[in-house]
């Protein structure tokens, strides 16, 4: 299946890496998407460092499968441009996976999507979400129909594995 995440300088090293790992390991390909294609990328750690495969101009919801959405100051960036506020609400609103870390499901609240969903995040980010209407959770991971969330590094491994059973179990 094709991923897109979406990302840009800042991310959280790890919630990038291990993911992005994870899913390649599962034979999945995963297109790294930011504000123009061949972005170099730097995590706020300067432990990873990456190049975009495509600019966000080029993508559109339905070249994709699902959508990555990694932590750190990334999503904070990105939520900012109305570009990748609206690829997050046409993956939704196609009923497409979407996964999101850490501060990940900030862009979700800035998509308005919140209210009503259950989903998990940075323990900063929870309050902001409950106001919005989400039904919070502070759990490694939550599933919640196309969407799974977590809060943070020590929880990439479920996240990951989480991801990776609902690809299996997606329509093409």
């Known amino acids: ?34 504000f123009e294609k ?8 300067g432990k990873e460092k990456v190049t975009s ?21 990334s999503p904070d960036k990105l939520r900012a441009d109305k570009r990748f506020v609206e690829l997050v609400k046409a993956f939704d ?17 800035t998509a308005e ?13 929870q309050g902001d979400l409950r106001q919005a209407g989400a039904n919070v959770e502070d759990t490694e991971v939550v599933a919640d129909r196309n969407w799974i969330t977590s809060r943070k590094p020590a929880d990439l491994e479920i996240f990951s594995r989480t991801f990776i059973e609902k690809l299996g179990s997606a329509k093409r």
């Open 1 to 34: 299946m094709k991923i897109a995440c979406i990302v840009t300088n800042g991310f959280e090293d790890s919630e990038l890496r291990i993911p992005v790992d994870r899913l390649r390991q599962s034979g999945h390909q995963v297109d790294i998407i930011s």
């Open 38 to 45: 061949g972005d170099p990328l730097a995590g706020y750690k």
């Open 93 to 109: 609103k196609a009923g497409q996976l979407i996964a999101a870390v850490c501060h990940g499901p900030q862009i979700l609240l």
């Open 53 to 73: 495969d495509k600019g966000i101009d080029e993508v559109k919801a339905a070249d994709y499968d699902a959508l990555l959405i990694p932590g750190g100051h």
């Open 113 to 125: 999507l919140v209210k009503g969903r259950k989903l998990t995040a940075w323990s900063t980010v």
